[in-house]
Protein backbone atom coordinates (compact mmCIF):
# COMPACT_ATOMS: atom_id res chain seq x y z
CA UNK A 1 0.00 0.00 0.00
CA UNK A 2 1.50 3.33 -1.28
CA UNK A 3 1.89 5.82 1.66
CA UNK A 4 0.14 9.06 1.70
CA UNK A 5 1.85 12.11 2.41
CA UNK A 6 -0.39 14.66 4.06
CA UNK A 7 0.13 17.31 1.46
CA UNK A 8 -0.99 15.00 -1.14
CA UNK A 9 -4.61 14.23 0.55
CA UNK A 10 -7.38 15.78 -1.64
CA UNK A 11 -11.33 16.02 -1.42
CA UNK A 12 -13.32 16.40 -4.34
CA UNK A 13 -16.89 17.87 -4.20
CA UNK A 14 -19.85 17.38 -5.94
CA UNK A 15 -20.32 19.33 -9.17
CA UNK A 16 -23.24 20.93 -10.29
CA UNK A 17 -24.60 18.99 -13.88
CA UNK A 18 -22.13 19.78 -17.02
CA UNK A 19 -19.66 21.48 -14.45
CA UNK A 20 -16.17 19.88 -13.99
CA UNK A 21 -15.60 18.30 -10.52
CA UNK A 22 -14.02 21.07 -8.03
CA UNK A 23 -10.62 19.61 -6.68
CA UNK A 24 -10.14 21.38 -3.41
CA UNK A 25 -6.69 20.32 -1.06
CA UNK A 26 -6.85 19.78 2.51
CA UNK A 27 -4.37 20.98 4.32
CA UNK A 28 -3.41 18.21 7.59
CA UNK A 29 -1.58 18.94 10.65
CA UNK A 30 0.37 16.93 12.85
CA UNK A 31 -2.38 15.49 15.52
CA UNK A 32 0.09 14.86 17.86
CA UNK A 33 3.87 15.10 18.71
CA UNK A 34 6.47 12.95 19.53
CA UNK A 35 8.13 13.88 22.41
CA UNK A 36 11.07 12.80 24.62
CA UNK A 37 14.03 13.31 26.95
CA UNK A 38 17.36 12.32 26.79
CA UNK A 39 21.20 12.91 27.90
CA UNK A 40 23.69 13.11 25.32
CA UNK A 41 26.83 12.31 26.72
CA UNK A 42 30.20 14.86 26.79
CA UNK A 43 31.75 14.28 23.41
CA UNK A 44 29.54 12.32 21.66
CA UNK A 45 26.89 12.35 19.50
CA UNK A 46 23.24 10.75 18.79
CA UNK A 47 21.40 10.60 15.55
CA UNK A 48 17.87 10.25 14.75
CA UNK A 49 16.98 8.34 10.56
CA UNK A 50 14.11 9.79 8.69
CA UNK A 51 12.87 8.25 5.93
CA UNK A 52 11.56 10.70 3.65
CA UNK A 53 10.14 10.75 0.26
CA UNK A 54 10.53 13.72 -2.46
CA UNK A 55 8.52 16.99 -0.96
CA UNK A 56 8.22 15.98 2.48
CA UNK A 57 8.63 18.24 5.40
CA UNK A 58 10.67 17.08 8.62
CA UNK A 59 10.20 19.21 11.10
CA UNK A 60 12.48 18.76 14.34
CA UNK A 61 12.75 20.70 17.93
CA UNK A 62 14.94 20.58 20.26
CA UNK A 63 15.86 21.98 23.59
CA UNK A 64 18.93 22.00 25.44
CA UNK A 65 20.13 22.74 28.82
CA UNK A 66 23.74 23.65 27.68
CA UNK A 67 24.53 24.75 23.73
CA UNK A 68 25.00 21.88 21.01
CA UNK A 69 25.13 21.22 17.23
CA UNK A 70 22.64 19.91 14.63
CA UNK A 71 22.60 19.14 11.51
CA UNK A 72 20.64 17.65 8.73
CA UNK A 73 22.79 14.97 6.04
CA UNK A 74 22.39 12.13 3.99
CA UNK A 75 22.19 9.01 6.01
CA UNK A 76 24.61 7.25 3.66
CA UNK A 77 27.25 9.86 4.26
CA UNK A 78 26.66 9.73 7.95
CA UNK A 79 27.16 5.98 8.14
CA UNK A 80 30.46 6.78 5.87
CA UNK A 81 31.89 8.88 8.64
CA UNK A 82 31.16 6.18 11.40
CA UNK A 83 32.66 3.57 9.42
CA UNK A 84 35.90 6.03 8.80
CA UNK A 85 35.87 6.41 12.69
CA UNK A 86 34.58 9.52 12.15
CA UNK A 87 37.64 10.53 10.53
CA UNK A 88 37.86 14.47 10.34
CA UNK A 89 39.19 14.51 6.73
CA UNK A 90 36.10 12.71 5.63
CA UNK A 91 33.34 15.48 3.78
CA UNK A 92 29.40 14.89 3.62
CA UNK A 93 26.60 17.25 2.25
CA UNK A 94 25.13 18.77 4.96
CA UNK A 95 21.66 20.06 4.45
CA UNK A 96 21.09 22.54 7.69
CA UNK A 97 23.69 23.61 10.51
CA UNK A 98 23.32 25.09 13.39
CA UNK A 99 26.22 25.33 15.98
CA UNK A 100 25.86 26.27 19.76
CA UNK A 101 22.03 26.19 19.83
CA UNK A 102 20.15 25.57 23.38
CA UNK A 103 16.96 26.04 21.22
CA UNK A 104 16.23 25.20 17.57
CA UNK A 105 13.64 23.68 14.81
CA UNK A 106 15.12 21.76 12.49
CA UNK A 107 12.84 21.94 8.78
CA UNK A 108 13.50 20.54 5.99
CA UNK A 109 11.83 19.32 2.70
CA UNK A 110 13.77 16.68 0.80
CA UNK A 111 14.61 17.75 -2.64
CA UNK A 112 14.96 13.95 -3.27
CA UNK A 113 13.49 10.58 -1.58
CA UNK A 114 15.93 8.61 0.66
CA UNK A 115 16.87 8.05 4.16
CA UNK A 116 18.21 11.27 5.96
CA UNK A 117 20.11 11.83 9.67
CA UNK A 118 19.59 14.98 12.11
CA UNK A 119 22.86 14.71 13.69
CA UNK A 120 22.80 16.02 17.35
CA UNK A 121 26.31 16.65 18.98
CA UNK A 122 27.79 17.94 22.10
CA UNK A 123 31.54 19.23 21.77
CA UNK A 124 31.41 20.02 25.64
CA UNK A 125 32.84 18.46 28.91
CA UNK A 126 29.27 18.28 30.08
CA UNK A 127 26.52 16.01 29.65
CA UNK A 128 23.32 18.04 27.61
CA UNK A 129 19.76 17.30 28.74
CA UNK A 130 17.67 17.99 25.67
CA UNK A 131 14.00 17.70 24.83
CA UNK A 132 12.87 16.45 21.54
CA UNK A 133 9.71 17.28 19.55
CA UNK A 134 8.96 15.72 16.65
CA UNK A 135 5.45 15.88 14.67
CA UNK A 136 3.22 12.67 14.58
CA UNK A 137 1.95 12.51 11.18
CA UNK A 138 0.86 9.32 11.42
CA UNK A 139 -0.86 9.65 14.99
CA UNK A 140 -4.51 10.04 13.30
CA UNK A 141 -3.76 6.89 10.96
CA UNK A 142 -2.72 4.57 13.68
CA UNK A 143 -6.12 4.94 15.91
Known sequence: MPR???????????????????RTTVEKKPSGLICEAITLLAYDELPYMFELEEGELLEFTLR?????????????????????????????SVHLEAEDVRAYTLRFTAHLPGEYAVLLMNWTECPADLAIEIPDWLETALR
Do not use: M
Not at 75 to 89: F, I, K, N, Q, T
Open 64 to 92: SDIPVDVLLCNASDYDRWVDSGYDPEIAF
Open 4 to 22: TKPQDIHSETPAEAGQPKA
